[in-house]
């Protein structure tokens, strides 16, 4: 059973940094994306940012230029450095994975940015 774990959500100011970390355990044998998504309140989940597992990240719109997807494959960890934190950025951050025939999902971490 594969198992995603979030962590580095929290509160910051507008125009701070927060650093998401996603540890992924279990039986991994191939892999077709690491991602990030949010979801706001009262809004739908909506992707933040993805990497293939040989291609180049993917970024949302509204995130390009402040977000960073980044992966440290030995660790089976994937990470987004946020930077540059708007009061719109406020969501609950969920890691995801997705493999031949199964996408997997972590259980979520707030993150809370004050104007």
């Known amino acids: 059973q594969v198992q995603l774990v979030e962590s580095g959500g929290g509160l910051v100011q507008a125009g701070g940094s927060l650093r998401l970390s996603c540890a992924a355990s279990g039986s991994i044998f191939s892999i077709n994306s690491r991602g990030w998504y949010r979801q706001a309140p009262g809004k739908q989940r909506e992707l933040v940012a993805a990497v293939s597992q040989f291609g180049s990240p993917n970024y949302a719109d509204s995130v390009k230029g402040r977000f960073s997807i980044s992966r440290d494959n030995a660790k089976n960890t994937w990470y987004l450095q946020m930077n540059s934190l708007k009061p719109e950025d406020t969501a609950v951050y969920y890691c995801?994975?997705?493999?031949?025939?199964?996408?997997?999902w972590g259980k979520g971490t707030p993150v809370t940015v004050s104007s």
């Open positions: 995801n994975l997705m493999v031949p025939g199964m996408t997997y």
